[in-house]
């Protein structure tokens, strides 16, 4: 059974940093993309970054690119995401993802429980 376990959110001054954390299990982990979603209140889910199996290619949302780097550790079987310079308007529930392609459509396979970030401004 493939599990995903988000951690790392919290509160942070808008300007402040945060590194979430996406533990995965159940299958091989490097054989997967992986991708991190969120979602505002009142908002649908959004894609936020992907990367491929081995890490040679990342993919970001236009809002967040050059603010988020998404990484990976095949050994450790988790995924990254720092997230600097970060915003009010990033406060959502951030969720990890695991899948076949690292799309920006949400067709993962498994998905964590996801995680709080609040920016505050």
């Known amino acids: 059974q493939v599990q995903l376990v988000e951690s790392g959110g919290g509160l942070v001054q808008a300007g402040g940093s945060l590194r979430l954390s996406c533990a995965a299990s159940?299958?091989?982990?490097?054989?997967?993309?992986m991708g991190w979603f969120r979602q505002a209140p009142g908002k649908e889910r959004e894609f936020v970054a992907a990367i491929s199996w081995i890490g040679v290619s990342v993919y970001y949302a236009d809002s967040v690119k050059g603010r988020f780097t998404i990484s990976r550790d095949n050994v450790k079987n988790t995924v990254y995401l720092q997230m600097n310079r970060l915003k009010p308007e990033d406060t959502a529930v951030y969720y990890c993802?695991?899948?076949?392609?690292?799309?920006?459509?949400?067709?993962?396979?498994?998905w964590g429980q996801g995680t709080q970030v609040t920016v505050s401004s």
């Open positions: 993802a695991q899948g076949a392609r690292p799309v920006v459509s949400p067709e993962y396979d498994y």
């Open positions: 159940g299958r091989t982990f490097s054989n997967y993309a």
